[in-house]
């Protein structure tokens, strides 16, 4: 295995990882509000091809990135009106939501598959220009790519050092002490799920116009349930989904290297690595009664009579 | 139906409630009550358990809505459609059931309910508010610990700090003194007080008659969901009240003390040398010896938070013994499973039935049975047999004079009648052994009694008790022997006749310096 080779890895790791951690902060600020959002693969789905048909059309990837952002926030709007509104089953929802997003976003995309974009342009790293260009170019991030941390800090700070994140954290615990409190647990629900969902359109903006760069379908391949595992991975923290979205993908990567490299595993075995990970890692941190699921996460809210 | 008047207008009223109505499925819980607030007065809402209190207090907090009905602010139609209106008009409450979130600090829990909270978070401006008014109204609690780590009396300390902060100019606090020591309750009487002298109004809600007449201004008695009358404390009287809540007199009962068969018989329980350690702030047990003999009532005096909630886990088996051993009808049973505990016959009534012994969403039949599902399985678990379960309780129910609806989740129960739940449930089977915490909490007059005189005929037909109390009248009363636990230690052992309630209350308050200058 060449110096190249890990780089490779990382580099990969970083791309595919940020589209996770921006799918899976959304997924927590849905959670730590009471909701189980099934339905992320269709609500990415629908994002993905969306902006990335946007961008094709205008050819400005910014443009798509925002088409992204607000189709992910519509697609949640959607859950939310059966969940919240019409009180149906959160885990029915979800997935009724998922295979909706499976069928709109082929529609949607369907005169796109194998269109060439413009994506999200490349900002190199400063002090990496005087590498040779095989390294460096393993380096050319996109805007996205350096907002994901500051997001996730973002989203921590928000939920944990604000007004409105005690709120939406509170209507997660018991909805009806939020109720007591003054505060509607409908609309906080409603506005989780739609912060939620820019997440997630963030998410897939980035795997559509700025990583891959085309759009195919079904082109999610399991992103969303990953990043419903992965919030159950990072205890419902912001910062800890920072090092589980890079662990995974980094995983991910690196299974693929040794596939590449004619290593004599079965390759169904190898593609387990990720997940074995995962779960090693998830018996190492144990649980504590601190770290717990939000109280009433996927309990309809009834009111009060 | 005849038009609504708003009430007459006087100076120091405050909020009129008029004809106000609220029917749950199968019950009518309010039905036309009228009740008058005035400005600095301290109003008391005596009834039975199931009378309504509650149900109407959370209509005048907006948390639920009148079927039909008017309420008046300063003279003013003022329309209470949430919480959020009630907190707009300065009307703050402290539920029963407590609203506190477990997975939230104490601070946390306070900012919630602030007014002026800001949109960032002053977690240590927070802290400090916190910090200076319980400093201020002798109030002790720790703003940065978990509420899941307090024990239930700082949890109520919590509730009340929650509402002195919440700049409310109506109190209601529904059973505030229910989970307090003794002190506890005087300090906030005096609280309630101050806050009279600066022209609020307070509704508060007790079962405990004596407290009514120490600090309330008026009273009003509801009865099945009506008002059965409102009284100047001047002109009431315990015996009136009594006769206007249950409609008769009522008299307590004859505790009989010549049943102490120890030393003939092996102990029912014995802790020798037991040491414990818990989690965050809970408190560690120190070298605990104790003995449960049968037909004999051992009582535990201690402020709560003091290892008592401790003592009933690691007898149960919940905590683990770190050191010591435990017998259990002469077994030893130091690391047995908390299933196997209950099956050999032991009964645990826990300081907070709701989180700790019921399932809220269930049925009250589900919960009867949840205890003891091997009990009731039939043809190896696939169905349960219902009506065994509905016959067994009601047994007891008819023993006790009580009556619960069966198909009603757990957690629409009126407080008291949740309790009444689970102290039906608990002696069902006789148990031979009881372990009862706070057995009467909650509970009005009436219910007390027939809880009393269940604990006494269980200790009749030889079974043991445990009988875990902040009442030092209650284990006076009932208890053939008292011990004192403090910090986590027995401080002291005594039968009830050999000391007082001001010893007791030294040693529970680890003030034993002046005891012993006394004496
Ligand atoms: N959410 C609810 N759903 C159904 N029934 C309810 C609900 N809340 C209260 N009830 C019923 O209304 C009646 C009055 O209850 P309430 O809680 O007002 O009694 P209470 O006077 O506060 O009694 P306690 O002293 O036991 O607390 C009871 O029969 C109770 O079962
Ligand atoms: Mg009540």
């Given at each position: 295995m060449t110096l190249l080779s890990v780089l490779g890895v990382l580099s990969s790791a970083i791309f595919s990882g940020t589209s996770l951690l921006y799918t899976t902060l959304g997924e927590i600020i849905d959670q730590r509000s009471g909701?189980?959002?099934?339905g992320l693969e269709g609500v990415m789905l629908v994002s993905a091809s969306s902006g990335f048909a946007v961008t094709a059309i205008t050819d400005n990837p910014y443009l798509g990135v925002l088409v992204s952002i607000l189709a992910g926030a519509l697609m949640n709007m959607i859950l939310g009106f059966l969940v919240i509104s019409r009180r149906a089953n959160q885990l029915a929802s979800g997935l009724a939501l998922m295979f909706f997003g499976f069928g709109l976003s082929a529609w949607i995309g369907r005169s796109y598959v194998g269109a060439k974009i413009n994506g999200l342009p490349r900002i190199s790293l400063p002090g990496l220009s005087n590498l040779p260009v095989l390294y460096s170019s393993l380096f050319n991030f996109d805007l996205l790519i350096y907002l994901v941390i500051p997001a996730a800090i973002l989203v921590w700070w928000l939920l944990f050092h604000t007004r409105w994140g005690l709120g939406l954290r509170a209507v997660g615990e018991n909805a009806d002490t939020a109720y007591a409190s003054g505060r509607n647990p409908l609309r906080i629900r409603y506005q989780a799920l739609f912060v939620g969902g820019l997440l997630v359109g963030l998410g897939a903006a980035h795997l559509s116009i700025a990583y891959t760069m085309n759009w195919t379908e079904y082109m999610t391949a399991g992103r969303g349930f990953i990043a419903v595992a992965l919030v159950i991975f990072s205890k419902w923290n912001p910062l800890r989904a920072i090092v589980g979205a890079l662990l995974f993908s980094g995983a991910v990567a690196f299974q693929l290297l040794l596939q590449s490299s004619g290593i004599q595993i079965s390759p169904f075995l190898l593609d387990t690595i990720p997940y074995i990970l995962t779960i090693l890692v998830l018996i190492a941190w144990g649980g504590t009664p601190k770290h717990s699921a939000p109280a009433s996460l996927g309990r309809v809210y009834q009111g009060t009579e | 139906m005849p038009k609504l008047l708003p009430p007459e207008s006087h100076p120091t009223l405050m909020i009129s409630m008029r004809e106000i109505s609220k029917t749950f499925p199968g019950v009518v819980a309010n039905d036309r009550i009228d009740l008058d607030i005035y400005r600095a007065e301290i109003h008391a809402l005596l009834g039975e358990n199931g009378a309504g209190k509650s149900t109407l207090m959370k209509i005048l907090y907006g948390f639920y809505r009148a079927d039909s009905g008017r309420i008046f602010l300063d003279g003013q139609s003022l329309s209470i459609q949430s919480p959020h209106d009630a907190r707009l008009a300065q009307i703050g409450m402290v539920f029963q059931d407590f609203t506190l979130i477990p997975a939230f600090s104490v601070a946390e829990n306070i900012a919630l309910f602030l007014?002026?909270?800001?949109?960032?978070?002053d977690i240590k401006d927070v802290n400090l508010r916190i910090e200076q008014l319980s400093a201020r109204y002798n109030?002790?609690?720790?703003?940065?610990?978990?509420?899941?780590?307090?024990s239930i009396g700082e949890q109520q300390k919590v509730e009340i700090l929650k509402l002195l902060l919440s700049d409310a100019r109506l109190l209601i606090l529904d059973e505030p003194t229910r989970v307090l020591a003794p002190h506890e309750v005087d300090a906030l009487f005096q609280v309630l007080d101050g806050l009279r002298k600066d022209g609020l109004a307070i509704i508060l809600i007790t079962h405990k008659i004596n407290e009514v007449m120490e600090c309330s201004d008026r009273i009003t008695v509801l009865r099945r969901g009506r008002v059965v009358g409102t009284v100047p404390q001047p002109d009431a009287s315990e015996s009136m009240l009594v006769e206007m809540m249950f409609e008769k007199k009522l008299s307590d009962v004859e505790v009989s003390r010549s049943v102490i068969r120890k030393g003939a018989l092996q102990p029912l329980l014995k802790l020798h040398g037991v040491y414990t350690r818990s989690e965050g702030l809970g408190v560690n047990l120190v070298d605990i010896d104790l003995e449960v003999c049968p037909g004999e009532i051992v009582g535990v005096a201690g402020v709560s938070g003091n290892g008592q909630k401790e003592l009933g886990d690691v007898v149960l088996g919940m905590i683990k013994c770190l050191k010591g051993t435990k017998n259990l009808f002469g077994k030893g049973v130091t690391h047995h499973s908390i299933q196997r505990m209950r099956k050999s016959g032991i009964s645990y009534i826990p300081e907070n039935p709701l989180t700790m012994a019921a399932a809220p969403f269930m049925t009250v039949l589900e919960n009867m049975a949840v205890t003891k599902t091997w009990r009731y399985a039939r043809q190896g678990g696939l169905r349960m047999d219902w009506q065994a379960v509905m016959t067994d309780i009601e047994n007891t129910m008819k023993r006790m004079g009580f009556s619960l609806p069966w198909y009603v989740p757990a957690r629409s129960l009126s407080g008291g009648n949740l309790q009444r739940m689970i102290i039906v449930r608990e002696l069902t089977h006789d148990p031979r052994l009881i372990i009862a915490s706070y057995l009467t909490r909650g509970l009005d007059v009436q219910s007390t009694i027939a809880a009393h005189s269940a604990l006494i005929q269980a200790r009749e037909n030889g079974a043991g008790v445990l009988l875990i109390s902040e009442s030092l009248e209650e284990l006076f009363k009932l208890s053939d022997r008292l011990i004192v636990l403090y910090a986590g230690r027995i401080v002291g052992r005594f039968r009830p006749k050999e000391t007082d309630s001001y010893e007791i209350g030294h040693l529970m308050t680890g003030t034993k310096v002046q005891h012993d200058t006394k004496s």
């Open positions: 909701i189980v959002n099934l | 007014p002026d909270l800001g949109a960032v978070l109030l002790k609690v720790n703003p940065h610990a978990m509420v899941s780590e307090l």
